[in-house]
């Protein structure tokens, strides 16, 4: 089987130049410059990469975009008083709070105190009801730029077998929400798989969309997959390599040099899923923007 790589690096492109348009456009019209701020707490190197690219694609496009970075120790108090003056602040309209936060930090409890309609990470309670209910405001970015790769690349998840590894709050939760949504982009029938699933492979074999959210490198072999298979890996996973000046290399949660042979399409690590987060949350962001006209 020839495979169709699914480039998220270049429909990420194409998406932030139809963003840029837009922020363009609300500037000259309405004279309002979208805002996103993201909240680093502590010094996590991967967290740190994310957050960098999150901010230096929301000025690519146009927006304005802050970085607050807090100490590791920074107390729920500090934490949550911050989030208070954003969601007062008229030219902030989206927060972001990167994720993981330390442990002594409740992330349930931090995500709920931002505005709802600033949560342009679509992690707010409100927002994952809203998403469940079939009404969706904010979709949470990770999962809404695996339905826009799907439908961009031609790969039209309605009335196909889509099976998720993976049952996280960001990804496998909303993302089966989402592609079940009686909707464009949606009219899947998922299957949602995890640590606990039995017989595992026997679902990842009648997949026809496979989605691996797992955080384990190569997890996904040969086997475990069929013939025409579109497979998406979210999985950004470092992996000791000496070889490499840094002292790693990404991996996926897919071994893509064998899945490859089967699969119809499959998305590369990185440039595959990564771009296309950004990519959401800007779209997310101009939505809020766009919202206070
Ligand atoms: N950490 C990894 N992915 C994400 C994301 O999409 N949002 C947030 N807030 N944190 C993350």
Do not use: W
Request: glycine share 8%; with cysteine.
């Amino acid at each position: 089987m020839t495979y169709k790589l699914i480039d998220g690096k270049a429909i990420s492109n194409s998406i932030k130049i139809e963003i840029k348009e837009s922020v363009t456009d609300l500037i000259r019209e309405h004279s309002i410059k979208p805002g996103l701020t993201v909240i680093l707490v502590g010094n996590d190197p991967a967290s740190q990469v994310y957050v960098r690219n999150k901010r230096r694609s929301a000025i690519e496009t146009g927006m304005f975009s802050t970085v607050v970075n807090l100490p590791g120790s920074t107390s729920k108090e500090e934490l949550l008083s911050r989030i208070v003056t954003l969601n007062h602040d008229d030219n902030c309209h989206g927060i972001l709070v990167q994720l993981p936060l330390p442990d002594h930090l409740d992330e349930n409890e931090i995500l709920a105190s931002i505005d709802p309609e600033k949560d342009v990470d679509g992690l707010h309670p409100k927002n994952i009801g809203l998403l469940s209910m079939g009404s969706p405001r904010f979709v949470p970015a990770t999962p809404f730029g695996i339905k826009e790769m799907l439908m961009r690349s031609n790969n039209d998840p309605k009335g196909k077998h889509v099976v998720i590894l993976g049952r996280s709050n960001i990804v496998g939760k909303p993302l089966s929400n989402l592609l079940s949504l009686k909707t464009q982009g949606g009219d899947a029938t998922v299957t949602l798989c995890h640590s606990r699933t039995k017989n595992l492979e026997a679902i990842t074999q009648s997949a026809d969309v496979l989605v691996a959210a797992i955080g384990i490198p190569e997890f996904i072999t040969y086997e475990m997959v069929s013939d025409g298979v579109v497979v998406i890996d979210v999985g950004v996973n470092r992996v000791e390599d000496k070889t490499r000046e840094r002292g790693y290399r990404l991996t996926g949660d897919i071994a893509f040099e064998e899945v490859s042979q089967k699969a119809s399409a499959i998305t590369p690590v990185p440039g595959g899923v990564g771009p296309m987060t950004i990519a959401m949350l800007l779209h997310n962001t101009l939505d809020a923007a766009y919202r206070k006209i």
